[in-house]
């Protein structure tokens, strides 16, 4: 693994899961000082710019001045909300995992567990790509679809980060189908 792929990791993290593990602090948006956040990767401008601008998933965004950053969603910090743009989508949406999760998956539904909100995908091919990071040896790929039309009904609402993951409280197993992709 090269270093700017090691240096995003790292930054992931300490956006998403722990910032004190890096000496910063992110406010209730996400947002943490570009200095600090430098000083903590121990990288330069240059480089940062680097890892945002090459992030496949485009997982973190600066503000109007480039002066703060965050990651776009995948907070376990409880006092980070976003506030995100409300998903006004009512088609169907995706989550793939692996089918060791599929006995508690359709006993109790898709929850966030450490996170904030149950990520969803709006296609196909994004979910098989996410679920497939959860497929080991002896495992296959699952894909849920979720009927929005009904949770809508039910008085759900979904988000939108701003790289296009849609994000839902949880999903309850009524809500879910699934197919398996062996």
Avoid: C
Wanted: net charge negative; aromatic share 10%; charged share 30%.
């Amino acid at each position: 693994m090269d270093r700017l792929t090691e240096k995003s990791r790292y930054m992931s993290y300490l956006l998403r899961h722990k910032p004190e593990d890096g000496n910063i602090t992110l406010d209730v948006q996400g947002y943490t000082d570009v200095l600090s956040l430098l000083k903590a990767l121990d990288i330069t401008p240059k480089e940062l710019d680097e890892i945002v601008d090459t992030d496949s998933k485009g997982r973190y965004s600066y503000n109007e001045d480039h002066t703060r950053i965050r990651a776009n969603q995948g907070h376990s910090v409880d006092y980070v909300h976003i506030d995100f743009k409300e998903y006004e989508g009512n088609d169907i949406l995706y989550h793939g995992t692996s089918s060791k999760y599929r006995k508690s998956i359709l006993r109790n539904g898709l929850i966030p567990k450490s996170r904030l909100y149950v990520h969803l995908s709006k296609d196909v091919d994004t979910a098989t790509d996410v679920g497939n990071r959860h497929v080991g040896d002896g495992d296959y790929l699952i894909i849920y679809t979720i009927n929005v039309p009904l949770m809508r009904k039910d008085g759900y609402k979904f988000y939108e980060s701003d790289n296009g993951v849609i994000l839902v409280e949880k999903v309850s197993p009524k809500y879910l189908n699934y197919y398996e992709l062996h």
